[in-house]
């Protein structure tokens, strides 16, 4: 198995892949042609990135049966999907903000993230994990009082910083049971299997090009066990998926501000 990062650089964001306390840094990225520079350095003391900035993240509401039901609803007769934009991504460490001015009640939800690895358009189940470049930790931050409200998700999941990723991209691991626990301030939020997904993972990744071509470095966040629940300012909140690594965030209130007109 590779786990692929993406690490702040003197001149910008660079790729490796880890080996034990170190990187071997590639080039260009692993979405294309790629190969090591030779060039090794140490994992402590880097900055982590989120490992992709996708063009779309698509997002799939209600997989687990339990999580649906804690919603107060049953799993639909078809996949539910919705999109988040690629500006609420962020990287491990960096701090969730809470909208308070708009929302009084954010929940997280940790979740297996597949990265696509291939132009993946109408394509068969088979296809679809031949298109699969690996699987990262992600935490689709919801605003439920938002979400309850309107009938379109996007002001609720769509809030900048409310799609951490990271820390690594996993290739060639097997997604079929692969254990998902969420804590904030060490005490265990949500604790589930992928074993429990409603729609696995080869089937959501043909489902969703039956409707969208998916683009090298896209992302599908898969659903969340049951267990979500609120954070406040202060906590920090850690998604750890076996294979791949553990997600951390602070959380923080989002400063009182407006950008200056052109």
Partial sequence: MTRFIRFAGDEGPRYGMLDGSEVAVIAPH???AHR?????????GLQLLAPVIPSKIVCVGKNYRDHAAEMGGEVPDEPLFFLKPSSSVIGPGEPIRLPVDLSSEVHHEAE???V???LLQRVTPEQARAGILGFTCANDITARDLQRRENQWFRAKGFDSFCPLGPAIATDLDPSALRIRCTVDGEVRQDGSTADLVWDVAALVSEISQVTTLLPSDVILTGTPAGVGPLAAGQKVRVEIEGIGVLENPV?????HQLASP
């Fill in 36 to 44: 090591p520079t030779g060039e090794r350095v140490p994992v402590q």
């Fill in 112 to 114: 297996l993230a597949i």
């Fill in 30 to 32: 692993p979405f294309a």
């Fill in 252 to 256: 923080v209130d989002r400063p009182d």
């Fill in 116 to 118: 696509i690895g291939a």
